[in-house]
């Protein structure tokens, strides 16, 4: 059995805690999966790990993957804590030819927020979305952004793609593309998310970019009576995607 690491200062522990940094884990390929359901449910989705890090008496996993024991003060390095463990994963392919079409798709154009992000993933698995297509801005590796998923990173089918690459895709797939807005759309109850649908979200700040407003995509919009210009990303998702769930099963 491998010695206790004690020192926060230690070069392993310091190489794991560098797995926060976007550029190291597109380097190394790797990423932290912080908590026990997370890390389960990232092998009941056949992810590969490469090593379990585990607080100084916590239980181990015994999943058949390195587990490294540390103390408390290099564990808090790496991880915030919860139930002491934490796993360090290889980055799977988010490839879009890696997937068929399916009937929902949910673009999300340049989310930042790795909590809005995470809610995203939760709702397109609860919901039924088959598919969340991201640019290159999103960062769906970072350790928030996996935390707030609940593991649902691993349960979903995602791909990562330009928005002209993204949008060339759902035509050659014939899909009908719905795109939110602040204003000028069609409430969601009154055009048709039945189908093959691909539902496009931007972020709160700037909304879509320019490819995502062609005049052949349909507009939606969510009504807003009270003060404020705009929902939460993840809220128009939610309400969008369960109103898509209403119609299919209506």
């Known amino acids: 059995m491998a010695a206790l690491i004690t020192s926060a200062s230690n070069p392993e522990i310091r190489a794991l805690a560098a797995l926060h940094k976007r550029s190291v ?23 590969q790990l490469v090593k379990i890090v585990r607080r100084e008496g916590t239980e181990p996993l015994d999943m058949g993957v390195d587990e490294l024991e540390v103390g408390p003060s290099a564990f808090e390095k790496i991880a915030y804590g919860r139930d002491g463990l934490v796993a360090v994963a290889k ?29 995203m993933l939760r709702t397109c698995d609860a919901a039924g979305a088959g598919l969340l297509v991201v640019d290159q801005v999103t960062d769906l590796t970072n350790p928030n952004t996996v935390r707030a998923s609940t593991g649902a990173l691993f349960n979903v089918p995602i791909a990562v793609a330009a928005s002209d690459d993204a949008i060339a895709w759902l035509a050659a797939s014939l899909y009908r593309v719905v795109t939110t807005t602040v204003a000028g759309g069609m409430p969601p109850w009154e055009i048709d998310l039945t ?4 539902i496009a979200i931007g972020s709160e700040d700037r909304g879509l970019s320019d490819p995502w407003l062609a005049d052949s995509f349909d507009r939606v919009t969510l009504p807003q009576p009270g003060e404020v210009d705009s929902l939460n990303a993840s809220v128009t998702v939610g309400v969008l995607l369960y109103e898509s769930l209403r119609q299919r099963t209506a």
């Open 91 to 119: 980055t799977p392919r988010f490839a879009l030819s890696d997937w068929s079409p399916p009937d929902l798709v949910l673009v999300a154009v340049a989310i930042e927020k790795p909590g809005n992000l995470g809610a």
């Open 195 to 198: 189908g093959r649908v691909a």
């Open 25 to 47: 884990r597109k380097d190394t390929g790797t990423f932290l999966i912080e908590g026990r359901r997370e890390i389960e449910r990232a092998l009941a989705a056949s992810l």
